[in-house]
């Protein structure tokens, strides 16, 4: 199955119970999650992270932390944490060291641009690091989503879980990294509704937004 960009996101939509029978091979998930990593990030530094939970063991030990999303837990083939990685901006020797590697960039390119970021960031607040981490967390797990429908498979976003608890039940070091969401993954049992959308015009102005705060009409 493969879908044109415009039909998979006119097809993905929210399922909230799945086939449980249908499991995801690693080799085939770990391709999923490759190209997802294929997301844009701020200056390269890819700070998303993922972990599976797919066993029956890993899904009880989070049952009783995601609210009112049992069913999608237990029906689905996985629940993908998407992380993102405190640390991440510790990464740029490793990441342009790479590109380097591979012919991307001049090796006087990467000191030049390593030295203006390191000096940069150091003087960045931590709550600028976090929140550009969790930005291109998002980017990354919104093509996942769309990457899962190209491959067959169904998706949800989850947002409502216990996020402490979950780190602590998955063994996650709460200090490094920041759940982000949850992708519930899997083959859906039933056609998802339909949703209405905003009017183009409500969402939309062009070089300026309102005195009184409207955007759009």
């Known amino acids: 199955m493969s879908l044109s960009l415009k039909e998979a996101i006119a097809m993905r939509k929210s399922v909230k119970e ?3 029978n249908v499991k995801i091979p690693h080799e085939e998930m770990l391709e999923m999650i490759k190209l997802a990593a294929e ?7 890819q700070p998303w992270r993922f972990v599976v939970v797919e066993s029956d063991e890993a899904k009880a030990s989070i049952k009783d ?3 009112f999303n049992t069913r999608q837990l237990e029906t689905s083939a996985a629940f993908i ?4 990685d405190n640390q991440h901006i510790h990464d740029m020797e490793k990441v342009y060291g790479k590109s380097v590697e591979l012919g991307y960039m001049p090796q006087e390119v990467m000191t030049t641009n390593v030295a203006a970021l390191k000096d940069a960031l150091s003087q960045a ?3 600028y690091i976090r929140m ?3 930005m291109d967390a998002n980017l990354a797990a919104m093509q996942l989503m769309l990457i899962a429908k190209d491959h067959g498979y169904d998706t949800n976003p989850i947002g409502g879980f216990e996020r402490d608890e979950v780190m602590d039940a998955l063994r996650i070091n709460k200090e490094r990294y920041i759940p982000v969401m949850f992708i519930a993954i899997g083959k859906g049992t039933k056609a998802p509704h339909d949703s209405s959308r905003h009017e183009i015009e409500e969402i939309v102005a062009f070089n300026s937004g309102d005195a009184e705060g409207k955007i759009g009409k």
């Open 132 to 134: 550009q981490g969790m």
């Open 81 to 84: 944490l998407v992380l993102s």
């Open 65 to 67: 932390l995601v609210r």
């Open 125 to 127: 607040p931590e709550s």
């Open 39 to 45: 997301a844009p990030s701020s200056v390269n530094l």
């Open 18 to 20: 799945f086939d449980p």
